[in-house]
Structure formats: structure tokens, C-alpha cells
């Protein structure tokens, strides 16, 4: 997969081309502009008679310009990685049956914490092949002790003691091979000390989570009987986070263009670093990739939530409620307060989210856009009411 500046220009052509496959990171500021403001006459102050007036219930606001504009929504995937997903798979390191509370899809372990438990018949055997074997050694060590000291004193022939100390040599060997045998029996269980694993483990045998991360993906049951490197758990690490959003070649960035996913929930955006130029056949999408500073806490691997895309114009839109829009004279319409008079503004819309809606119109220097009595101004408008 070739990698490269967006600083390269990017076309519509090369958008839509499904032969071309690569990533485009962002660099720079905006060079796009939204459309040009929509060019309409001078507008008519809205007559509205003297005794009206102190009836009239309108609330402004002052109009509020962005350069962050949303242009489009999804339903992007959460990853650990700006590709494939950064998981381990979790083991058993022994046949037997699966012991305790199993973790849950989307419960986070830290590495090192058990979760789980394994009784195996076969960490039972090796471990009481050990244990004999250390008893062994043990009285073997006692009677060469024992033998010594007689041999000094010239109470036993030289034979014997020779015949004691072969044994206790031969109990040593014994219990060499019984410490090779576990460890190799459980090497996936990184047994810390073989050479005493009584210290270590017992009949049950934990099953320890090698990464800190989240649990994406269980395939085992409480109760149920595993055999050695039978899969059981993926983890996936949470130490990082990216958010992939599938789009239309039409509303990616330009090369240059700072573009941002928002996430409702989220403290805040992320940063979009990666562009896939390479389209799907099937969907005719391409994917976004945003790493936000900080993982979002309430986020998790896998999931999938609603996103939204807003990429940074060269010419400001304002911002207001949606609400404040009205269909008047075949087109979008809103009202604004100049000075004592009221008047109807068209405009285009460029972007929505959250309840706020952003256009771009003829507004002047002081317009208050009217965002409650829309529809006793649209009525006057009309010429309702105004007899």
C-alpha cells in the first residue's frame, strides 16, 4: 500500500478511481470554500402594522460564523489500529475444564489479571509426578546424610555409601526430568520457578490476560472442556483508538483540508490523518481514519456509533438553530432583525448536526437571525394578518 502527503493534489478523478489504493495523511490548512452566497436583491423590510408590534413574540440571537462546517454522517467502526484491529488471542495451556466466571465481550482486563480458571486432569498427573519425584530427592538426601556420617565413623564399607550416594544422584535426575516434563507440559503458562512449581500452581490452572485491553470476542463457555491451544478470548488493546468512517469520494477533504470526526459523548474530535483512496466496488465508499489525542472512555474496539465529518471552509457559514429556517417563496428563507425592521434572507445550507443547522446568505454587519415567532414574521411575509 503506497502512503503519501496530501500536499499532492488530489482529484475528482483519482477520488473515484477504484485501481488506486494508498493512504493521504493531512498537512497544512484549508483550501476549499463553500458556494458562493446566493445572489438576491436587496430585501424589503416585512410591513408589520403599529398595533402588531408590541404582540409580536420573536427572540434573535447574533449570528454566530463557523469555519467548521459538518458535511456529512456515518457509522464509523472503533479500532486499536488505522487498519487492523491490535488483539491477542488468549489460549488454553492445557486440556481440561473451564473453572469460574468467564469475562464478558467488552469488559476490560488488565495484562496479567486472571481470568479464568483450567482444572486439568493433566497439570494433576505432571504436578504428582513432581511431587514424588521432590519426595524422592528429599529421602534420598537423608540417607546419604545418614550413611556419610557412618562411613566417617567406619561403620559401613565404602560400597554401601557409594551404593546410597547412586541413588540419591538418581533422585536428583528424576526430579530434573519431572521439572523438564511440566515445564514443557505448561510452557504457555510461563511457569516462574520450575524447578519448585508447587510454589507456583496448583490442580487449577489460571489463565492470565497477556495485554491490557478489552475482551472483543469470547468462544468458550463456563463448565466446558478445553484441549491445549484451543482459542478462548480475543483482546483487543486499548491503549490506542482510531474511528473509521466510510464516505463518498464527494464529501472527502481536499488535499490540505483539516478534517475532523465528531462523536456525540466523546470530550472531544478527532483528528482525520488517513484517507483509503482505494473506492469499495460494493459500496462506492472510501474510509476516513481519525485518531482522537485521548481514547474516548466510552468507547470500546469493534463498536460501531454515529459519526460525523466537518472539514474547515476558507469562507465562514453562520450558525443557527434549525428551527429558524423556513420555506418561503419557493426557497430557504430566514429572518433577520436590522435596527426596528424585519426582513427575509434566502440561504443555502452547507452543513447539519446537532440541532444546529449552517448556511450562508446576504447577512450584514449586526443581523440578529430570528429563531423564535418564525412563523408570525413568515404569515406577515405573506401579507397575513397585516390588515
Known amino acids: 500500500m503506497n502512503i503519501r502527503p496530501t500536499h499532492a493534489p488530489i482529484t475528482q478523478a483519482l477520488l473515484a478511481a477504484t485501481a488506486v489504493t494508498g493512504m493521504v495523511f493531512w498537512l497544512g490548512t484549508s483550501s476549499a470554500s463553500f458556494a458562493a452566497t446566493p445572489d438576491t436583491a436587496a430585501p424589503s423590510a416585512i410591513t408589520i402594522p403599529d398595533a402588531m408590534r408590541t404582540n409580536l413574540k420573536v427572540q434573535t440571537q447574533p449570528l454566530v460564523f463557523s469555519k467548521q462546517i459538518p458535511v456529512t ?19 488454553a495451556p492445557a486440556d481440561g475444564q473451564v473453572a469460574g466466571t468467564l469475562p464478558q465481550v467488552g469488559q476490560v482486563v488488565q495484562a496479567g489479571e486472571t481470568l479464568f480458571e483450567i482444572t486439568s486432569a493433566q497439570l494433576g498427573a505432571a504436578l504428582s509426578q513432581w511431587q514424588m519425584a521432590q519426595a524422592k530427592v528429599t529421602l534420598a538426601q537423608q540417607n546419604l546424610n545418614r550413611d556419610s556420617a557412618l562411613f566417617k565413623d567406619g561403620l559401613i564399607a565404602k560400597k554401601r555409601l557409594e551404593a546410597t550416594r547412586g541413588e540419591a544422584q538418581m533422585a536428583s535426575a528424576e526430579l530434573k526430568a519431572a521439572a523438564a516434563r511440566l515445564k514443557a507440559d505448561f510452557v504457555s503458562y510461563a511457569l516462574a520457578g520450575a524447578d519448585n512449581p508447587e510454589q507456583n500452581m496448583g490442580i487449577n490452572l489460571p489463565v492470565r490476560a497477556p495485554i491490557t485491553g478489552v475482551i472483543t470476542q469470547r468462544m468458550v463457555m463456563p463448565g466446558e472442556r478445553v484441549t491445549t491451544g484451543q482459542s478462548l478470548f480475543d483482546i483487543t488493546a486499548t491503549q490506542d483508538q482510531w474511528w473509521l468512517l466510510a464516505i463518498s469520494p464527494s464529501k472527502a477533504p481536499s488535499a490540505g483540508q483539516k478534517a475532523e470526526l465528531k462523536i456525540a459523548g466523546c470530550p472531544e474530535s478527532a483528528p482525520v490523518s488517513l484517507m483509503d483512496l482505494a ?14 489525542k485521548s481514547p474516548c472512555p466510552t468507547l470500546r474496539p469493534g463498536q460501531i456509533t454515529t459519526a460525523t465529518l466537518w472539514l474547515e471552509q476558507d469562507k465562514p457559514a453562520v450558525s443557527l438553530p434549525i428551527s429558524a429556517l423556513t420555506e418561503l417563496n419557493d426557497r430557504t428563507e430566514v429572518f433577520v432583525q436590522r435596527g426596528q425592521n424585519y426582513f427575509s434572507i434566502p440561504v443555502s445550507r452547507k452543513g447539519e ?3 444546529q443547522v449552517f448556511v450562508s446568505g446576504s447577512f450584514e454587519s449586526g443581523d440578529r437571525v430570528v429563531t423564535s415567532g418564525v412563523s408570525q414574521l413568515k404569515a406577515l411575509a405573506l401579507g397575513m394578518g397585516a390588515e
Open 73 to 91: 454522517q456515518g457509522l464509523a467502526t472503533i479500532s486499536a489500529a488505522s487498519s487492523n484491529q491490535a488483539s491477542m488471542q488468549v489460549s
Open 279 to 292: 473506492v469499495d466496488p460494493v459500496s462506492q465508499l472510501i474510509t476516513l481514519r481519525a485518531r482522537p
Open 353 to 355: 448536526a446537532g440541532g
